[in-house]
């Protein structure tokens, strides 16, 4: 199973970028990395997801290295509502499912007026 | 869209109660899972079904827990009796292909 690591916690001024950065080193060739958001009191919600290189959507940058043992997610000009715990997940999606996914403690990220 | 629902939002029982939630996924989505969620932990997976086939419940406390997924939609999860250590949240979340989990807003049970 692949595990991942990531920082308990963060802080980060509003207005900055945020990099937060996962270790997957045991990283398997039909898995995906994706990253998820959580706020007190909800269930995690997707954020982006990839398998190399670099994607972007309107909220968030994944970051993949060629050897995808570590990913990087960036945050654009965070703003307070940006507070959350950041999930790293990854796993295998084939088959419509996630497949002996584990979520770990998660980054508690503060953004700080 | 409606996204996963789930009921009740919250719940507090008395230990040795049974309790019972429940889940309603995407339409479309043949993916379902129950996950429980620690204060200040991320979520663990209870159980995992494909349609209405339980997939993957190694997880599952299965002395006191279990779960079902009638017609391969809506999905009840259940404890019997409640102890104090159930306190948390219960999440479920379906998926598809594309855009992995979408998770409802859980319940968060209190064992008193």
């Known amino acids: 199973l692949a595990k991942t690591t990531q920082p308990i916690s963060m802080d980060s001024y509003e207005g900055q970028e945020v990099n937060i950065t996962c270790s997957h080193n045991n990283i398997a060739t039909n898995d995906y990395i994706t990253w998820y958001q959580q706020f007190p009191s909800q269930g995690p919600r997707f954020i982006i997801q990839g398998y190399k290189t670099k994607v972007t959507n309107e909220v968030a940058s994944l970051f993949i290295p060629a050897d995808r043992k570590s990913s990087t997610l960036s945050l654009p000009r965070v703003s307070l509502s940006d507070t959350a715990v950041y999930y790293c997940?990854?796993?295998?999606?084939?088959?419509?499912?996630?497949?002996?996914?584990?979520f770990g403690t998660g980054t508690k990220l503060q953004v700080i007026p | 869209e409606a996204g996963v629902v789930q009921s009740p939002r919250y719940k507090i029982i008395e230990k040795k109660q049974p309790v019972a939630f429940w889940c309603n996924p995407i339409s479309g989505h043949n993916t379902l899972y129950w996950y429980r969620q620690n204060l200040g932990q991320g979520p663990e997976l209870l159980i995992r079904y494909e349609n209405e086939e339980a997939v993957d419940d190694s997880q599952l406390p299965k002395d006191r827990f279990s779960a079902e997924r009638l017609k391969g939609v809506d999905s009840t999860l259940k404890i019997q009796p409640a102890e104090l250590g159930d306190s948390a949240v219960y999440l479920c979340?379906?998926?598809?292909?594309?855009?992995?989990?979408?998770f409802g807003s859980g319940t968060r049970l209190t064992v008193v």
């Open positions: 997940l990854v796993g295998d999606t084939y088959s419509g499912g996630y497949q002996k996914v584990t």
């Open positions: 979340a379906s998926s598809s292909q594309d855009y992995g989990y979408t």
